[in-house]
């Protein structure tokens, strides 16, 4: 997309606009002129002439309508349609267990001393995920520019739903608890609890995998648990954090799916709700995690999980003008793969 405030050839600067006006002025003339009519135009919105930011507002708004957050730490904590919540968080169970925290918390301070192979990624995935499902879908901006956009866009607007989710459970940062296991980048303010990156790798994961193959393809997912683990080898999320990310990313990826393409995916309950269960014992200190870690969530099985189908070949009918644009530029570009 062209920057808004970019003027014909190049960026904006004072040089240009003195430029420009220096040749406006020599051409000036005491002829007045006049345009087809004396009063300007309106009409039907032209998404085409929409500028990048204007764009990514109005389609998030249309995008996220009628969803919603509701609950508060430590859960359940639901995400809704209208009144319907099609995926629940909930931390009821381990709120107050030391030893489930303390085992969190020592998986931490384990790894730390691996992290420096994986120094690169942690920093390029601070602004960056998309690039890493290249490695798989041909997600190029010159020949692809609107399914690129489409796929930023769904970014951003799943980020407007992680924060909402994240101020509703408000967990520390693990650092808080351990110093000893020192962050390497710095470290949010908001809730450590479900991470965003898990959320939105892999809702991208599963996004990209339905949309050009029809189904949750397995290398997508993976890199997905990649970019989530990244996030516990920085020293910034609980490894918990992840594992409900995923189960979040999965469930809103089957909800935009349909909001955007119309694919209505068959969502097992296993990936519409997370919750950590621990068992009784005698013995504290063996006790599991009490849920499956978040290379789990990329070896879904994805024949029972989900509905597989051909890649998208329709746009949502029923949803918003400007989804129905940008799904339709998208189609285009994938017709030509």
């Keep these: 997309m062209v920057p808004e405030l970019s003027y014909a050839g190049q960026a904006s600067s004072g040089a240009v606009f003195s430029a420009l006006d220096t040749v406006a002025q020599a051409l000036a003339n005491d002829s007045k002129t006049t345009g087809a009519t004396d009063v300007p135009k309106g009409g039907a919105p032209d998404f085409d002439q929409l500028h990048s930011r204007h764009f990514s507002v109005l389609f998030e708004k249309a995008l996220l309508k009628d969803l919603r957050v509701e609950g508060d730490f430590p859960g359940p904590v639901q995400v809704l349609e209208k009144d319907t919540p099609f995926v629940t ?3 009821s169970a381990i709120e107050q267990n030391e030893t489930f925290w303390k085992s969190e918390r020592d998986h931490l301070r384990d790894i730390i001393w691996q992290r420096s192979e994986r120094l690169e990624e ?24 609107w399914t690129v956009h489409l796929l930023q866009l769904i970014l951003n607007a799943t980020f407007s739903l992680i924060a909402e989710v ?5 967990l520390g940062r693990p650092a808080y608890l351990c110093p000893e296991i020192r962050p390497v980048i710095q470290m949010p303010g908001h809730s ?11 809702m991208m994961a599963r996004f990209v995998g339905y949309m050009l ?5 397995i290398d997508l997912r993976r890199i997905a648990a990649r970019i ?3 996030r516990s080898f920085a020293g910034v999320h609980y490894p918990v954090d992840s594992t409900a990310g995923a189960v979040l990313g999965d469930a809103l990826a089957a909800k935009l799916l349909d ?10 309950k296993s990936t519409q709700s997370f919750s950590v269960h621990l068992p009784e014992t005698d013995h504290p200190s063996e006790l599991p995690r009490g849920y499956a870690p978040v290379e789990d969530s990329a070896e879904l099985n994805v024949s029972q999980d989900v509905t597989a189908m051909d890649p998208v070949n329709q746009i949502n009918k029923e949803a918003d003008p400007i989804i129905r644009f940008i799904a339709a530029k998208t189609l285009s570009e994938l017709n030509h793969l």
């Design 259 to 268: 909001r955007v393409f119309g694919l209505n995916l068959k969502v097992m």
């Design 89 to 91: 968080l909930d931390l």
């Design 228 to 230: 989530a683990n990244n």
């Design 192 to 202: 450590s609890f479900p991470s965003g990156h898990a959320t939105q790798s892999f």
């Design 122 to 145: 942690i920093n390029l995935q601070l602004n960056d995920i998309l690039s890493f499902f290249g490695l798989i879908a041909p997600l190029n901006p010159s020949s692809m520019p």
């Design 213 to 217: 193959f029809g189904k949750d393809q």
């Design 166 to 170: 994240k101020f509703n459970f408000w």
